[in-house]
T-cell receptor
Framework: KNEVEQSPQNLTAQEGEFITINCSYSVGISALHWLQQHPGGGIVSLFMLSSGKKKHGRLIATINIQEKHSSLHITASHPRDSAVYICAVNSLQGGGADGLTFGKGTHLIIQP | DAGVIQSPRHEVTEMGQEVTLRCKPISGHNSLFWYRQTMMRGLELLIYFNNNVPIDDSGMPEDRFSAKMPNASFSTLKIQPSEPRDSAVYFC????????????FGSGTRLTVV
């Protein structure tokens, strides 16, 4: 079983819809990250969370440490939001780790 | 700051050849990470350095892979000899330091071994 599980794997929605991507993890963590990767492009860090909720523009990220679950929300989605969204964690296993453990990503397509 | 700089952006090589990927981290960042991305396995940590010292290389797939960080502004990932299954996108990332979990990724090197 992967340490970081994302759902859904693929998501297609219409412009303007509210989008939710979920991430569950099975290990103790010091931080959770949401990353964005456009086709053929690099990786951009969207959020780093250790508790609560963060908002940046139309993006909102939440984390529930007790339930080991995080969500990424996109309000008023736009075709430019089409990308792969990746959940990643800093695992506490092995005495702590600075490197990231990644989910498989959610491929989001927003149709005009 | 120009961000994390990787070179080359694309590399096509024949099986058996040596491949060297390069990374320049953000100035002042003390931690540097090498990741590999494939369709089958997604993103995986290969190795990371702190203050130029390798801290965890447990993700390096086999002895054909080696990484060095001779100074704070430069790192290399070498594959010798290369194999077709090494084809992937290799990302370098840097972070201000241990315990500080903000990362900046480079644009990646797309390696194709034929």
């Amino acid at each position: 079983k992967n340490e970081v599980e994302q759902s859904p794997q693929n998501l297609t929605a219409q412009e303007g819809e509210f989008i939710t991507i979920n991430c569950s993890y099975s290990v103790g963590i010091s931080a959770l990250h949401w990353l964005q990767q456009h086709p053929g492009g690099g990786i951009v860090s969207l959020f780093m969370l250790s508790s609560g909720k963060k908002k940046h523009g139309r993006l909102i990220a939440t984390i529930n440490i007790q339930e080991k679950h995080s969500s990424l929300h996109i309000t008023a989605s736009h075709p430019r939001d089409s990308a792969v969204y990746i959940c990643a964690v800093n695992s506490l296993q092995g005495g702590g780790a600075d490197g990231l453990t990644f989910g498989k990503g959610t491929h989001l397509i927003i149709q005009p | 700051d120009a961000g994390v700089i990787q070179s080359p952006r694309h590399e096509v090589t024949e099986m058996g050849q040596e491949v060297t990927l390069r990374c320049k981290p953000i100035s002042g960042h003390n931690s540097l990470f090498w990741y590999r991305q494939t369709m089958m396995r997604g993103l995986e940590l290969l190795i990371y350095f702190n203050n130029n010292v390798p801290i965890d290389d447990s993700g390096m797939p086999e002895d054909r892979f080696s990484a060095k960080m001779p100074n704070a502004s430069f790192s290399t990932l070498k594959i010798q000899p290369s194999e077709p299954r090494d084809s992937a996108v290799y990302f370098c990332a840097s972070s201000p330091g241990r315990g500080h979990y903000g990362y900046t990724f480079g644009s990646g090197t797309r390696l194709t071994v034929v």
